[in-house]
């Protein structure tokens, strides 16, 4: 197994570096090259490289969501979106690795003081993965907490991670089980090292396991507690509300910022290649031919439009709670809905590009063929499938409940 190196906790001497927006996507834009080198071993490892986890919390970027009191810099949604934006123009597997790992230290923050505590106090710079399907856990009631097993696919980021956080279904007497989230230590669970992928290659997404671990009720959260935001036990810590964020509806931007900035890449990279280059076998410039012409307005106006969507509706969410509105069904549906729809714009830029690319599109030794894989597998996630969320706009829409199961 590749696992990563952990992490030890910085010297106590070292001042922990706190970043403004400006300065995290400043740090971000410098780390592009670096990461961009990388992309290639990153696939190979199926794991993000030691040396870029190394950078990523160097400059800061890992804690850019994680509270002051531990060091953090409590930077808010739409810093973190900026910082991904940048971060998929040059690895979007280490992209996708990041937004997940950074995020965690934002949702750590809505639990009890203690389990904060739990996970930073020893080593401020713990990060922490998740394992989202609660079907695929179980949880006990015992005295003082739960007794949790399961094992959870697509774990983005395990071997880099000192906890994770998994959803389950707890047993409760006399009712239906209830969907709850744990926080589980190592070595209490174990990555299985089984990601082989088409795309985003280079995340580790291994499966996780848990064998009948404790987790005590400080390190435990009702899912609808979470989801809505505003009743969060970290929201009463902390004046920043950050921390009373509906974790469900930031999920998505969250997640879809990785293929709107590899596609923007993509599209800036394109241009740059085609003004220079010439056809193999008539040499006449590629750059006079309207066919390409055509597939590059294309492209730039699909990831244009759904920039504009994505940042108008996170900027609406962000800005709401800030203001202390949360939001209710019928906006989370529709954010949902134009998050999905943004990504079939997405992956239609990329598609655009591809035939106009030719055989030296298909170059492993280009990113061209690599972010195609990867937007593509981005798009699949269920958090951005258009199938799945327009159904459920549309249900609710026509009067009907929304099927069951979506991370509302």
Same mark, same amino acid.
């Given at each position: 197994?590749?696992?990563?190196?952990? @992490?030890?906790?910085?010297?106590?001497?070292?001042?922990?570096? @706190?970043?403004?927006?400006?300065?995290?996507?400043?740090?971000?834009?410098?780390?592009?090259?670096?990461?961009?080198? @990388?992309?290639?071993?990153?696939?190979?490892?199926?794991?993000?490289?030691?040396?870029?986890?190394?950078?990523?919390?160097?400059?800061?970027?890992?804690?850019?969501?994680?509270?002051?009191?531990?060091?953090?810099?409590?930077?808010?949604?739409?810093?973190?979106?900026?910082?991904?934006?940048?971060?998929?123009?040059?690895?979007?597997?280490?992209?996708?690795?990041?937004?997940?790992?950074?995020?965690?230290?934002?949702?750590?923050?809505?639990?009890?003081?203690?389990?904060?505590?739990?996970?930073?106090?020893?080593?401020?710079?713990?990060?922490?993965?998740?394992?989202?399907?609660?079907?695929?856990?179980?949880?006990?009631?015992?005295?003082?907490?739960?007794?949790?097993?399961?094992?959870?696919?697509?774990?983005?980021?395990?071997?880099?991670?000192?906890?994770?956080?998994?959803?389950?279904?707890?047993?409760?007497?006399?009712?239906?089980?209830?969907?709850?989230?744990?926080?589980?230590?190592?070595?209490?669970?174990?990555?299985?090292?089984?990601?082989?992928?088409?795309?985003?290659?280079?995340?580790?997404?291994?499966?996780?396991?848990?064998?009948?671990?404790?987790?005590?009720?400080?390190?435990?959260?009702?899912?609808?507690?979470?989801?809505?935001?505003?009743?969060?036990?970290?929201?009463?810590?902390?004046?920043? @509300?950050?921390?009373?964020?509906?974790?469900?509806?930031?999920?998505?931007?969250?997640?879809?910022?990785?293929?709107?900035?590899?596609?923007?890449?993509?599209?800036?990279?394109?241009?740059e290649g085609m003004r220079k280059r010439a056809g193999t076998y008539t040499g006449v410039r590629v750059a006079e031919l309207s066919s390409v012409q055509a597939r590059i307005a294309e492209a730039s106006a699909c990831v244009e439009f759904a920039e504009v969507v994505l940042r108008r509706d996170w900027r609406e969410l962000e800005d709401g709670v800030m203001a202390g509105e949360f939001p209710g069904m019928e906006t989370k549906?529709?954010?949902?809905?134009?998050?999905?729809?943004?990504?079939?714009?997405?992956?239609?830029?990329?598609?655009?590009?591809?035939?106009?690319?030719?055989?030296?599109?298909?170059?492993?030794?280009?990113?061209?063929?690599?972010?195609?894989?990867?937007?593509?597998?981005?798009?699949?996630?269920?958090?951005?499938?258009?199938?799945?969320?327009?159904?459920?706009?549309?249900?609710?829409?026509?009067?009907?409940?929304?099927?069951?199961?979506?991370?509302?």
């Open positions: 197994m590749n696992a990563i190196p952990l @992490r030890k906790p910085a010297p106590a001497q070292a001042a922990p570096l @706190r970043l403004t927006a400006a300065q995290a996507k400043q740090v971000a834009t410098a780390l592009v090259p670096k990461l961009a080198e @990388r992309a290639a071993e990153a696939e190979r490892l199926r794991r993000t490289p030691q040396e870029s986890i190394a950078d990523l919390h160097s400059a800061g970027l890992m804690r850019m969501m994680q509270p002051l009191r531990f060091g953090g810099s409590e930077l808010g949604l739409d810093a973190l979106i900026d910082v991904v934006l940048e971060l998929s123009r040059g690895c979007a597997s280490t992209a996708w690795v990041f937004s997940n790992l950074a995020s965690h230290a934002w949702n750590i923050g809505q639990f009890e003081l203690q389990a904060q505590q739990d996970v930073w106090d020893a080593n401020p710079e713990a990060l922490v993965a998740t394992g989202l399907a609660f079907p695929c856990g179980k949880a006990t009631p015992v005295p003082g907490g739960y007794r949790v097993s399961g094992r959870w696919p697509f774990g983005s980021g395990v071997d880099a991670s000192h906890w994770m956080l998994v959803g389950g279904m707890a047993e409760v007497e006399g009712g239906a089980p209830q969907r709850r989230f744990f926080l589980v230590p190592r070595p209490d669970f174990q990555s299985l090292d089984n990601w082989h992928a088409y795309g985003l290659g280079g995340t580790g997404s291994h499966d996780v396991e848990i064998k009948d671990a404790f987790v005590p009720a400080h390190r435990s959260m009702v899912a609808e507690v979470f989801a809505a935001g505003q009743n969060v036990p970290g929201g009463k810590v902390y004046d920043n @509300r950050l921390f009373q964020m509906p974790a469900f509806a930031a999920f998505a931007y969250v997640l879809s910022s990785i293929p709107l900035g590899t596609a923007k890449a993509a599209v800036g990279q394109f241009i549906l529709r954010w949902k809905r134009n998050v999905a729809f943004a990504m079939t714009l997405v992956v239609r830029a990329i598609d655009a590009l591809m035939p106009a690319a030719g055989a030296g599109g298909l170059s492993l030794n280009l990113p061209l063929q690599r972010q195609f894989r990867d937007i593509h597998a981005a798009s699949a996630h269920i958090a951005l499938t258009w199938d799945v969320h327009a159904a459920a706009y549309g249900q609710s829409a026509l009067g009907l409940q929304p099927q069951g199961g979506l991370l509302l």
